[in-house]
Nanobody
Framework: QGHLIESGGGLVQAGASLRLSCAAS????????MGWFLQAPGKEREFVAT????????HYADSVKGRFTISRDDAKNTVYLQMNNLKPDDTAVYYC??????????????WGEGLLVTVSS
């Protein structure tokens, strides 16, 4: 059973940077696509960024392109989200996600518990 633990959240001022980390256990990390999602107060969870199992492909929400960078370290079973030039609208709970589709078609999908990022103006 996969388990994801996020760290690195907190309170920062607008324009600052944060790096979120997500450490995975109980799964074959190198086989999983990893992603970050956020949920702002009163809103639904939404996509932020994803990185393929090989690390060669990344995708970002338009709202974070040019400011956020997703990366992975398979040796540490960890995915990162470097967030630069943070804005108050980035305030949300950030969730780490791991998913893979087995050759059988079975989807394995895991979520972290989330951590709060607050950006003050």
């Amino acid at each position: 059973q996969g388990h994801l633990i996020e760290s690195g959240g907190g309170l920062v001022q607008a324009g600052a940077s944060l790096r979120l980390s997500c450490a995975a256990s109980g799964l074959t990390f190198s086989s999983y696509c990893m992603g970050w999602f956020l949920q702002a107060p009163g809103k639904e969870r939404e996509f932020v960024a994803t990185i393929g199992w090989s690390g060669a492909t990344t995708h970002y929400a338009d709202s974070v392109k040019g400011r956020f960078t997703i990366s992975r370290d398979d040796a540490k079973n960890t995915v990162y989200l470097q967030m630069n030039n943070l804005k108050p609208d980035d305030t949300a709970v950030y969730y780490c996600n791991a998913y893979e589709v087995e050759s059988s078609g079975r989807l394995n999908d895991y979520w972290g518990e989330g951590l709060l990022v607050t950006v003050s103006s």
